[in-house]
């Protein structure tokens, strides 16, 4: 079963606000967010793993290691004879 998340305050008390041929906008009752975002798990256990990478991603050992990677990474040429 498919649960809706927050974006916001990653509550479960998201249900759908208007919906139709443009798209949909959801409601959360616990911070008053409006809008097409939500966040769709499949369970519980997806949601903390979402959150870990979250403060992963907040504390910047992610970014780091993207960094370093993207240095390793040798320069290319563009068409205009300028680097990437």
């Known amino acids: 079963m498919?649960?809706?998340i927050c974006p916001i305050c990653k509550s479960e008390k998201?249900?759908?606000?208007?919906?139709?041929y443009a798209g949909m906008l959801y409601q959360c009752t616990s911070c008053s967010y409006v809008g097409p975002v939500v966040i769709e798990v499949?369970?519980?256990?997806?949601l903390k793993e979402l959150e870990e990478l979250s403060k992963e991603t907040a504390n910047g050992s992610v970014e780091e290691e993207y960094v370093?990677?993207?240095e390793k990474m040798p320069a290319k040429k563009t068409r205009r004879g300028g680097f990437k």
């Open 42 to 46: 499949n369970d519980l256990d997806t």
């Open 68 to 70: 370093d990677e993207c």
């Open 14 to 20: 998201v249900s759908l606000y208007l919906g139709g």
């Open 2 to 4: 498919k649960v809706l």
